[in-house]
């Protein structure tokens, strides 16, 4: 198992622990041996120092003893002169005899009363002075002769420290003299210390009771600063062995009183005791930079172990942070893999699997028994042969695997695999950085169906399923440049239904649908497969023949039957739900393959022939003649002309003069004229059906309107003219147009004339269009005053119903009628009968095209009202007009 980060992180701090309390131990050790090594040599050097002190110092007293002991045998040898006892003999003995021990000042003698008896020198004489009090009497009361030491005084001829050393002596006379010697206490400082480098020892020479002899330090004589315990109270060494007496570490020192350590020794001399002490701290001194460097050490180390810890920890820690992102994204990848939508492979070098994911899973599930990492890729494939060839042998099944190695091998990245669950599988193959492979499978089944839609959307109608305009212009494309290649022609069809608009109006879109679908079967069952039925929409198809003929008549000839037979198709009854139904179509048709045309070009020409058919009251077929196109040109250039001409102003009106019977004129009718600067004088029949084909006639008619009326303004002004009414043809389009009312009435408001003198002209047919409207639309009119007539009457098959609802003024009987008067016989009884309808219905009649005494006499005899026509006058310009007006004046009050 693979230890915890925690549980290394323990491991290793557990073992610094260790090693850190392993070291301090170490140096806690060292330190202290290292303090022991330390105390004990010094120790050791102050116990040397004591024990060479203490023999140093024994033999100066012993030579200061023998001096002062012989001092008695030296006067001795003067007894026999007594009387020169303090002589000068006694001086010379004594004399040489200091001389021999160089650390002696001066040796005297002193008698029982105090008074110097002898003296090695001068200063010897008054020994008295400097001795210290007391001490006479103390080295003169001792019981047996031995050597006392003073304490330390000045003296008074040297000025310097000195103690004196004294016993007394007997002489032989039984006189007791004291023998002292003064010595430096210098000298005895360089006896006691020997020379000794010991740093801080304090040396003493003391009386068991404590005073002080001699102190000496590293930094001179010095006197005691602290209460110690006296010497001679000390305890003895406890096996009882004479010898130094030992003081622990830790004992004030004789001098400065510091701790440290102590050692004493009485000399040969009664309670007289040296002792060397050392202060514990200068002891330590060496052990102490000594015991800095070992802790310095230790500490270096401990940081270098504690900083290895640390290091260690934090690159375990990191090492495991990186360890957890790693097996955390690992486990995010694979989640992420798994809830792909895309299936997903990983093979490795050798083309083996690696890695794969559920949704691979689910697209290939009979791998998934025996899938596993490593699995050759091959083997893979293998198990997947009898799933994507099913029927086929052996061989095919390995040929099926060697094609999916090979579309691998090429390095086309995408690939599409059909499954046989009809789902389709686009692969992508992209190598990995290590010579592996990724291959990702997506199902795109849905999509490949959403696009089929959406080009079944792009290129198919969708009531009836057939090819739509864009489909069939390709293929017609398509169709096209084969006829070139090969020379064989093929022809468009273009299928108009006749009066379908009456059936969807009559019967409702839905069934007008349901034909539509009938018709669309009946097509496509009347043509070849290599030929093409499309809808270009509303009740208009098109069918493309291929491959006719090479020859332009047995081409025409082939189309043509193939016409003929969808004539007859479609002339068969339908049955539309509940209601039987029958229709025909109107065909035109086109020849193509024999010149490169234009797809839309073809469609055009198919389109004008079968609006031949169409003109020709439908159900029937015609071909593309190119002088049915020069005429659709020709009108479509007067078109663009017509507009250019009312632009420039080269309208006009004439107006053609009408009269009673009598001769009066008492109106006119205001005729378009158009003065082309080319064409001449353009009469309406030529320009009027075009421009009430197009939009063309609103603008136009709006145009004479208004010109009529201001005309009519005009003649408000002369009296010959002011009574004059004048008659404004209106075409159905013009009629129609929603606002046709509000714009006569505003027409009339503008030029201000009196509406009754206009007479509006419209046709038997237009009237019949929209009964209602019309009605609706005249009666407003009306209300204004303006009057209406029906021009071209009889005509259309007007009858007596509408005639009695529309609020008209005028009939005006057809010229055709009036050019066959007293010719033809029927148009004799049609004019009787016009005006005698007009005369039961109270309505004025007006006969056009008078252009015989004859017509006028007949028409006058059957009693119309007034005449029109070339034999009372031509449609002119104003102006004649005017004339004409003002000419007839005189006669006609004359
Ligand atoms: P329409 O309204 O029936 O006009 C009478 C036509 O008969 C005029 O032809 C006139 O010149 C002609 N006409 C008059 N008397 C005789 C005659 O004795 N013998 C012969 N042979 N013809 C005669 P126009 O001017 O060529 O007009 C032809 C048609 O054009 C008019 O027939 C009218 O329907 C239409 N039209 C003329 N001007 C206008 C107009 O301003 N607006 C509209 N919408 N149509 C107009
Ligand atoms: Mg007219
Ligand atoms: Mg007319």
Same mark, same amino acid.
């Given at each position: 198992?693979?230890?915890?980060?925690?549980?290394?992180?323990?491991?290793?701090?557990?073992?610094?622990?260790?090693?850190?309390?392993?070291?301090?131990?170490?140096?806690?050790?060292?330190?202290?041996?290292?303090?022991?090594?330390?105390?004990?040599?010094?120790?050791?050097?102050?116990?040397?120092?004591?024990?060479?002190?203490?023999?140093?110092?024994?033999?100066?007293?012993?030579?200061?003893?023998?001096?002062?002991?012989?001092?008695?045998?030296?006067?001795?040898?003067? +007894?026999?002169?007594?009387?020169?006892?303090?002589?000068?003999?006694?001086?010379?003995?004594?004399?040489?005899?200091?001389?021999?021990?160089?650390?002696?000042?001066?040796?005297?003698?002193?008698? &029982?009363?105090?008074?110097?008896?002898?003296?090695?020198?001068?200063?010897?004489?008054?020994?008295?002075?400097?001795?210290?009090?007391?001490?006479?009497?103390?080295?003169?009361?001792?019981?047996?002769?031995?050597?006392?030491?003073?304490?330390?005084?000045?003296?008074?001829?040297?000025?310097?420290?000195?103690?004196?050393?004294?016993?007394?002596?007997?002489?032989?006379?039984?006189?007791?003299?004291?023998?002292?010697?003064?010595?430096?206490?210098?000298?005895?400082?360089?006896?006691?210390?020997?020379?000794?480098?010991?740093?801080?020892?304090?040396?003493?020479?003391?009386?068991?009771?404590?005073?002080?002899?001699?102190?000496?330090?590293?930094?001179?004589? @010095?006197?005691?600063?602290?209460?110690?315990?006296?010497?001679?109270?000390?305890?003895?060494?406890?096996?009882?062995?004479?010898?130094?007496?030992?003081?622990?570490?830790?004992?004030?020192?004789?001098?400065?009183?510091?701790?440290?350590?102590?050692?004493?020794?009485?000399?040969?001399?009664?309670?007289?005791?040296?002792?060397?002490?050392?202060?514990?701290?200068?002891?330590?001194?060496?052990?102490?930079?000594?015991?800095?460097?070992?802790?310095?050490?230790?500490?270096?180390?401990?940081?270098?172990?504690?900083?290895?810890?640390?290091?260690?920890?934090?690159?375990?820690?990191?090492?495991?942070?990186?360890?957890?992102?790693?097996?955390?994204?690992?486990?995010?990848?694979?989640?992420?893999?798994?809830?792909?939508? +895309?299936?997903?492979?990983?093979?490795?070098?050798? %083309?083996?699997?690696? %890695?794969?994911?559920?949704?691979?899973?689910?697209?290939?599930?009979?791998?998934?028994?025996?899938?596993?990492?490593? @699995?050759?890729?091959?083997?893979?494939?293998?198990?997947?042969?009898?799933?994507?060839?099913?029927?086929?042998?052996?061989?095919?099944?390995?040929?099926?695997?060697?094609?999916?190695?090979?579309?691998?091998?090429?390095? #086309?990245?995408?690939?599409?695999?059909?499954?046989?669950?009809?789902?389709?599988?686009?692969?992508?193959?992209?190598?990995?950085?290590?010579?592996?492979?990724?291959?990702?499978?997506?199902?795109?089944?849905?999509?490949?169906?959403?696009?089929?839609?959406?080009?079944?959307?792009?290129?198919?109608?969708?009531? +009836?399923?057939?090819?739509?305009?864009?489909?069939?212009?390709?293929?017609?494309?398509?169709? &096209?440049?084969?006829? &070139?290649?090969?020379?064989?022609?093929?022809?468009?069809?273009?299928?108009?239904?006749?009066?379908?608009?009456?059936?969807?109006?009559?019967?409702?879109?839905?069934?007008?649908?349901?034909?539509?679908?009938?018709?669309?079967?009946?097509?496509?069952?009347?043509?070849?497969?290599?030929?093409?039925?499309?809808?270009?929409?509303?009740?208009?198809?098109?069918? @493309?023949? #291929?491959?006719?003929?090479?020859?332009?008549?047995?081409?025409?000839?082939?189309?043509?039957?193939?016409?003929?037979?969808?004539?007859?198709?479609?002339?068969?009854?339908?049955?539309?739900?509940?209601?039987?139904?029958?229709?025909?179509?109107?065909?035109?048709?086109?020849?193509?393959?024999?010149?490169? %045309?234009?797809?839309?070009?073809?469609?055009?020409?198919?389109?004008?022939?079968?609006?031949?058919?169409?003109?020709?009251?439908?159900?029937?077929?015609?071909?593309?003649?190119?002088?049915?196109? &020069?005429?659709?040109?020709?009108?479509?250039?007067?078109?663009?002309?017509?507009?250019?001409?009312?632009?420039?102003?080269?309208?006009?009106?004439?107006?053609?003069? %009408?009269?009673?019977?009598?001769?009066?004129?008492?109106?006119?009718?205001?005729?378009?004229?158009?003065?082309?600067?080319?064409?001449?004088?353009?009469?309406?029949?030529?320009?009027?059906?075009?421009?009430?084909?197009?939009?063309?006639?609103?603008?136009?008619?709006?145009?004479?309107?208004?010109?009529?009326?201001?005309?009519?303004?005009?003649?408000?002004?002369?009296?010959?003219?002011?009574?004059?009414?004048?008659?404004?043809?209106?075409?159905?389009?013009?009629?129609?147009?929603?606002?046709?009312?509000?714009?006569?009435?505003?027409?009339?408001?503008?030029?201000?004339?009196?509406?009754?003198?206009?007479?509006?002209?419209?046709?038997?047919?237009?009237?019949?269009?929209?009964?209602?409207?019309?009605?609706?639309?005249?009666?407003?009119?009306?209300?204004?005053?303006?009057?209406?007539?029906?021009?071209?009457?009889? +005509?259309?098959?007007?009858?007596?119903?509408?005639?009695?609802?529309?609020?008209?003024?005028?009939?005006?009987?057809?010229?055709?009628?009036? #050019?066959?008067?007293?010719?033809?016989?029927?148009?004799?009884?049609?004019?009787?009968?016009?005006?005698? @309808?007009?005369?039961?219905?109270?309505?004025?009649?007006?006969?056009?095209?008078?252009?015989?005494?004859?017509?006028?006499?007949?028409?006058?005899?059957?009693?119309?009202?007034?005449?029109?026509?070339?034999?009372?006058?031509? *449609?002119? *310009?104003?102006?004649?007009?005017?004339?004409?007006?003002?000419?007839?004046?005189?006669?006609?009050?004359?």
């Amino acid at each position: 198992m693979v230890p915890t980060a925690s549980r290394t992180r323990f491991a290793v701090w557990t073992g610094v622990g260790l090693l850190l309390a392993a070291l301090v131990l170490s140096a806690t050790s060292l330190i202290l041996n290292a303090r022991n090594t330390a105390l004990a040599e010094s120790e050791d050097q102050v116990r040397r120092f004591a024990s060479g002190a203490e023999s140093a110092m024994n033999r100066a007293l012993l030579s200061f003893d023998v001096l002062l002991a012989s001092t008695g045998d030296l006067l001795d040898l003067s +007894t026999s002169q007594r009387s020169e006892l303090g002589g000068r003999g006694a001086r010379q003995l004594l004399r040489s005899a200091a001389r021999q021990n160089l650390m002696v000042r001066y040796v005297a003698l002193m008698d &029982e009363g105090g008074a110097v008896v002898a003296a090695s020198d001068q200063a010897g004489l008054h020994a008295a002075r400097d001795l210290p009090a007391g001490f006479f009497d103390e080295a003169m009361g001792q019981a047996a002769p031995v050597l006392v030491a003073s304490a330390p005084t000045v003296s008074f001829t040297s000025s310097e420290r000195v103690i004196f050393f004294a016993r007394h002596v007997q002489m032989p006379n039984g006189r007791r003299l004291l023998a002292l010697a003064q010595v430096p206490s210098s000298m005895l400082v360089s006896v006691l210390m020997q020379g000794t480098d010991i740093p801080a020892l304090e040396v003493t020479m003391e009386h068991g009771a404590g005073d002080v002899l001699l102190g000496i330090s590293s930094r001179g004589e @010095m006197r005691r600063a602290a209460t110690v315990h006296p010497l001679g109270e000390q305890p003895q060494p406890p096996d009882g062995v004479s010898g130094p007496q030992v003081q622990r570490w830790h004992q004030p020192t004789r001098l400065s009183g510091t701790p440290g350590m102590v050692v004493a020794r009485p000399i040969l001399y009664p309670d007289l005791w040296i002792s060397a002490s050392l202060p514990l701290r200068e002891a330590l001194d060496n052990w102490r930079s000594e015991r800095n460097t070992i802790v310095l050490v230790a500490l270096l180390f401990g940081a270098t172990l504690l900083g290895i810890a640390g290091f260690s920890v934090a690159y375990l820690n990191r090492m495991h942070r990186a360890r957890r992102a790693m097996a955390q994204s690992q486990a995010t990848l694979e989640q992420a893999l798994s809830s792909l939508v +895309t299936g997903f492979l990983l093979l490795d070098a050798e %083309q083996r699997v690696r %890695q794969w994911n559920l949704r691979f899973e689910e697209i290939y599930p009979w791998t998934t028994p025996s899938l596993r990492v490593g @699995m050759p890729f091959t083997e893979l494939l293998s198990l997947c042969a009898p799933y994507q060839v099913p029927e086929g042998s052996d061989a095919e099944r390995r040929h099926w695997v060697e094609q999916r190695l090979m579309l691998q091998r090429t390095p #086309r990245g995408t690939h599409e695999q059909e499954m046989r669950n009809g789902h389709c599988i686009q692969i992508t193959e992209r190598p990995t950085p290590d010579g592996g492979m990724v291959i990702s499978y997506h199902d795109v089944t849905d999509m490949r169906r959403a696009s089929a839609e959406i080009e079944n959307l792009a290129f198919y109608d969708p009531l +009836t399923g057939l090819p739509n305009r864009r489909l069939l212009l390709d293929r017609l494309h398509q169709a &096209e440049s084969a006829a &070139e290649r090969s020379g064989e022609r093929g022809a468009l069809l273009f299928l108009d239904l006749d009066q379908f608009k009456t059936l969807n109006d009559t019967l409702g879109h839905e069934v007008g649908d349901q034909l539509l679908q009938q018709v669309a079967r009946r097509l496509s069952d009347s043509v070849g497969i290599t030929d093409t039925v499309a809808r270009l929409g509303g009740d208009e198809f098109v069918v @493309m023949l #291929r491959d006719l003929s090479s020859h332009d008549g047995e081409a025409a000839a082939a189309a043509r039957r193939t016409g003929e037979k969808i004539l007859h198709q479609l002339n068969r009854p339908y049955q539309l739900g509940a209601y039987s139904h029958q229709s025909s179509c109107s065909i035109g048709a086109t020849l193509f393959g024999h010149k490169p %045309q234009a797809a839309a070009e073809l469609l055009k020409q198919a389109d004008i022939a079968m609006y031949q058919v169409k003109a020709q009251r439908g159900n029937g077929l015609c071909f593309f003649d190119p002088g049915m196109q &020069e005429a659709i040109s020709a009108r479509a250039r007067l078109e663009h002309d017509l507009q250019e001409g009312l632009a420039a102003g080269q309208f006009v009106l004439h107006y053609q003069p %009408q009269f009673t019977l009598t001769g009066a004129l008492v109106g006119a009718e205001a005729l378009l004229r158009w003065q082309h600067p080319q064409r001449g004088m353009v009469l309406p029949g030529q320009f009027i059906g075009v421009a009430e084909d197009s939009e063309f006639i609103i603008p136009l008619g709006l145009w004479v309107l208004r010109t009529a009326c201001e005309q009519l303004a005009l003649w408000q002004q002369e009296p010959t003219l002011r009574d004059l009414h004048l008659s404004v043809n209106v075409s159905a389009r013009q009629f129609h147009q929603p606002d046709f009312v509000p714009r006569v009435i505003q027409v009339l408001q503008e030029t201000g004339i009196r509406p009754h003198l206009l007479d509006l002209e419209l046709t038997e047919s237009m009237v019949l269009d929209n009964v209602e409207e019309t009605v609706a639309k005249m009666h407003l009119l009306r209300t204004k005053g303006v009057r209406f007539s029906v021009d071209d009457f009889g +005509t259309g098959n007007s009858s007596l119903a509408y005639l009695t609802q529309l609020p008209l003024h005028q009939l005006k009987i057809d010229q055709s009628f009036v #050019r066959n008067l007293g010719v033809r016989h029927t148009d004799d009884v049609i004019v009787q009968t016009i005006i005698g @309808m007009a005369r039961n219905l109270e309505l004025e009649v007006i006969a056009e095209g008078v252009e015989t005494a004859e017509q006028r006499d007949f028409l006058a005899r059957h009693g119309c009202d007034l005449y029109q026509g070339y034999l009372l006058g031509r *449609p002119m *310009p104003a102006q004649e007009l005017r004339q004409l007006a003002q000419a007839l004046v005189p006669s006609s009050s004359a």
